[in-house]
Structures are given as C-alpha cells and as structure tokens.
C-alpha cells in the first residue's frame, strides 16, 4: 500500500523557508511577505513563548485576524512544543457580547494556558478569559522578535479544532500530527500538486480555511494570497482578479462564496480578465448545487474558465478537512432522482445523470431532484455508507456516511451528548446522509436536520436549495429550520428581508415541490440578530427551531402558516 505519512513535516517549512505570502492590507494593496521573514517572526515568537513559561502539551488560544500574525503565533505555538487552537475573532461590534459568550466557552473547553493575540485584542481576550474562569494568560504576539530556536519536542495534538457547531455546542476535535500531516499531503496531490494554490478569504479559525487555505500552501510553500473575509464579502471582485491575472492555480470556498461572486460581479466587470489558467475550483463545506456551479461557469466560462476544473468535495473537521473529491481533470458528475424517493435505507433510482460538461442537454422537468457528486476518496481515506445498525450497505442505498482514514481525529477534548457526528472504535459516523454512484459520494444532509413524514427523510437543505435557484439572487437568503411542532413535522422558513405579497404562494409552492404537499409550512420575517450562524456560516438550526417553539425568535412576524390555513 502506498505510504501517505507527509513528505513534508509541518515545520520543515521554518528549516528552509523559500518564496513568499502576500497578505492584503487595511488600504487594499496586496503586501508581500517572505517566508524566510516569516520563519524569523515565528521562531522568534517562540522562544517567547516558551519564556512565558510555555511546555510541551500546553494548550494555546490563537486569536488573530487573518494576517502574518496568525501564521507567527501558530506556528510559533507548535515549534515551542505547544497546540493551537484557533479562535475565531469578533467580526461586527454589533455582536460583540454574543462573541465573549462563545470565546468563554472556547477558552474553557481547551484548557488554554496561554492566549495570544493582536494587540487591539488583548482587552476583549481579557474579558473573554475572565468569562471562562479559566486563568490562562494574555499576551501579544511581537512581529519585531526574531532569532534562532530550535523546535521543541512536539506535542501530542498538532491543533483543537472547534468544529463550527451547526447542532450544538462547539467541540474541540482533537487533531495529531499524523492526521494533520497526512490530509496536507492528500489534499496537495488530489489538487494536482500546484506550483501555486491562489487566494483565501476563508476564516483561519475553521478547518476549510486553516487547512485548505493556509496550511497546505505554507507547509508546501506554494505562493498564495491571504485576504480577511470581511474583505472578500465587501468586495469579491478583488478575490477575483488575482485569478483573472494569473495568479493562483486552484480556487477553495463553499457554495456560498460562488454563489456570492455569482450575485455581486457583473460580466462587464471582468473585461480583460482570463480565468484559463484555474486548474481547480473546489467547492465543500456545505451543500453543493448545481444551479450555483453552472452559474458560476456561465460568469467566468466567457473569460477561459473550464468548466472541468469544478471539483466538488466532502470533509469535516474531525476528519482534519478532505474526505472525497471529483477527481483533477474529470467533470463533475450529477444525478438526477424522483422526487420523494429519498427514504433512509432505501435504493434511489437514479433516472439520468450527466458530467458537467453535459449539462443542461437533459430535458427540462420538475419531477426530478438533482445531486451532485462529491467525488471518490482521496488517497489512502475508505468510506463507507452504513444503515441504522452499522451494516454497509450497497451502491444507491442512503445511509450514514462513515470514514476511515490516517486523518480521523483522535476525539474530543470532552465528552460530547446527543451529537450526531461520533467517533466508534477506528471509525468516524459523521451524522451525513448520502449514498454512492459509480464509487462516487452524494451527499444529501445532516440527518438530524431532516424530519421524517411517511418513511420519507425531508432535508432541510433540499428545501433551501430549491428556493436558493427561484428567490435568493433576487431578494436574498431564506433559512430553513424544521422539527416536530405539536407533533407534527413542521418545516419553518426564517427571512429577515421583507418577502412580496405575491412571493408567498410561490414559495409555498416551491416547498411542496420537496416534501410533496404533506407538511405544514410557517413563513417567518425576523430581525437579523434571530438567524444565528456558526463561526463558518453555517445556521445553528437546533438553536432557531427551540426559539421558534418557545416564541422566543427576534422580531417574528407570522406572513404565512399553513396549519393554521
């Protein structure tokens, strides 16, 4: 079998730093950064922090923006001996309270020694310290220390992961060197092994971002760009181009950052721009639509992007990152199903399918779902769909997704109850829904979002991606939350933009489309404080479908309700 373990340790880079970052500045011009500066910084910073009483185990909160500093005071944590755990910093003053919450019990959790941190930070990582009842110290990272350090002996862990927390409470994933060295490597050869990744917008404090977007560059020092996401989300355009310049390979970012540039970059924008040059667009992390890829191809394909370089994938973080992935060079393969045919257990009859270079040859109709593939494991991962006792079970059945793989965390830093995603003996039941095509992976949910109505699973995601192709463009996001209301499955819809008369049966409509007319749905308009998201973007639907039943959602006006119809 072939040897995954990295070539390339996670601090070989401090050894022999070659090439450089560039970090894009508060006045938006791109700053280079040398990796051998970098290295200095780092080292530097490490011998500090050892002199901060730092030892072998200890546990250290990285809270940073995105910049040089992050890259200085993680790695500076690891080549001292210690663990990192990203955290992700406040991103409005508007919800800075709702920050101290979740920094307190990020703090708590890892058991932090240290916290380090920019310097306009330092107050509310104080406060955050306190909050917790933790004692850990507070301490600046110093971008002017430089000097040789010889890396300690490694910790046990490499990083604590805080998942992002969709259905509960973050945890911390507990992520070794192993697993954490072995997902760069499958990661880096899966994309093809750039001379250069691109650009990243993604937060650092979250597995896509961290590992996808800033370890395997660095650690392979590839040349690569860094922006802050509220930057990208202020301005895409300016992501954009450093590809349409040449710069950068291979594109990373969920669904939503496609459908992002889709809705805020004109074609007119892009004259004189030539995407020929991108290898690879991956998209992952949460539900890939079709209707979002070939929207994207239909901007960007006029200006030389091959429509081949769409790879979708799969992954988590108590997976480190990567699990599946559309092969380099190969189209994206969709399916599509008969509405209604997808019940926990049972085989999916797969009508048509079509690479995407085909696609939009098939004939238009609304009796269809479709799924796009996720593609086959990547090196050295097994993945496995699994029915309710465990069993495996055959191609087209739908089951849980489980994984195993070199790059299967080690667990939580506590004891986790009732969350869907578990780690039994050497095997990760991630909580996803999905069956397999042709070997590939289609992933259709988490399951505990979906609710079931005659043997039928309905996924919330299913829903949101249906109003997604006919409302989002024009009027924005609608999230979709559902559960049992008075013991009956319920499925309700959160705005916080004012929704059109005329817009309400459509919607309704649309709805029914998925679940086949047989649940009722509630129609909300909410503050935008009520629709709270993980760190990562993604809804905590557990949390918003408790207040729907408790009354307790900001600002709620009931537009329609058809229980009450």
């Known amino acids: 079998m072939e040897n995954i373990s990295a070539p390339r340790g996670l601090l070989d880079w401090l050894e022999r730093p070659t090439g450089q970052f560039e970090f894009l500045d508060d006045r938006g011009t791109w700053q280079p950064c040398p990796l051998p500066d970098l290295a200095a910084r780092t080292n530097g910073n490490a011998a500090r922090l050892r002199a901060l009483g730092l030892r072998r185990d200890d546990r250290v909160v990285v809270l940073h923006r995105s910049g040089p500093a992050f890259a200085v005071s993680f790695f500076g944590v690891l080549a001292a001996g210690g663990t990192p755990c990203p955290l992700a910093p406040p991103q ?110 993604l937060p650092l404090h979250h597995d896509m971002g961290l590992v996808g977007g800033f370890l395997v560059p660095l650690v392979r020092q590839l040349r690569h760009g860094l922006m802050r996401p509220e930057q990208f989300i202020k301005n895409p355009l300016i992501w954009l181009e450093r590809y349409g310049t040449g710069i950068g390979q291979v594109m990373v970012m969920p669904n939503f ?65 990567a699990v599946t992935g559309v092969r380099f060079g190969e189209p994206p393969l969709a399916v599509g199903v008969p509405r209604g045919s997808d019940r926990q257990s049972a085989e ?100 505990g979002d979906s609710i079931q109505v005659r043997g039928r699973n309905i996924y919330v995601e299913d829903v949101e991606s249906a109003l997604s192709d006919a409302f989002v463009r024009a009027s924005g996001r609608i999230v979709a939350i559902a559960g049992s209301r008075d013991g009956v499955p319920t499925i309700c819809l959160l705005s916080d933009h004012e929704i059109p008369v005329v817009d309400v049966d459509p919607i309704r409509r649309r709805v029914e489309d998925v679940t086949g007319g047989k649940v009722p749905v509630v129609l909300l308009r909410v503050r935008r404080s009520a629709l709270e998201y993980t760190s990562s973007g993604k809804p905590r639907r557990v949390s918003m479908w408790n207040k729907f039943l408790a009354g307790e959602l900001a600002g709620a006006v009931e537009i329609h309700d058809s229980a009450a119809s």
Request: aromatic share 8%.
């Open 92 to 201: 409005a003053t508007g919800y800075v309270e709702r920050w101290l919450e979740g920094a307190a019990r990020v703090i708590s959790a890892s058991a932090a020694r240290l916290v380090v941190t920019d310097p306009e930070l330092v107050d509310l990582a104080n406060d955050a310290v306190r909050r917790s009842g933790r004692s850990a110290t507070v301490c600046e990272v110093d971008m002017s220390a430089s000097e040789d350090f010889q890396p300690q002996a490694a910790a046990e862990l490499a990083l604590v992961q805080f998942t992002s927390g969709s259905r509960a409470t973050p945890r911390g994933v507990r992520v070794s060197w192993e697993n954490l060295e072995s997902n760069i490597e499958m990661i880096y050869r899966w994309i093809n092994r750039p001379e250069s990744l691109g650009t990243s917008w």
């Open 348 to 447: 999916i009859a797969v009508v048509t399918e079509a690479g995407a270079d085909r696609w939009g040859e098939e004939p238009a109709t609304n009796d269809l779902v479709w799924h796009v593939s996720c593609g086959q494991p990547l090196s050295g991962i097994d993945v496995t769909i699994i029915d309710d006792s465990g069993q495996p079970v055959g191609e087209r059945i739908i089951g849980e997704i489980a994984v195993r793989a070199p790059s299967v965390a080690k667990g939580y830093t506590q004891n986790v109850s009732g969350s869907s995603t578990r780690f039994v003996a050497d095997q990760l039941l991630t909580g996803d829904a999905g069956f397999k095509h042709r070997g590939e992976l289609f992933v259709l949910g988490r399951i």
């Open 257 to 321: 950052g496609y459908d992002y540039v889709v809705r805020r970059v004109s074609p007119d924008q892009l004259t004189g721009l030539d995407f020929s040059a991108v290898e690879v667009a991956v998209s992952g992390a949460e539900r890939v639509r079709r209707s979002t890829l070939d929207a994207f191809y239909d901007l960007l394909g006029p200006f030389g992007l091959d429509r081949k370089s769409m790879q979708p994938a799969y992954g988590l973080a108590e997976a480190t990152l």
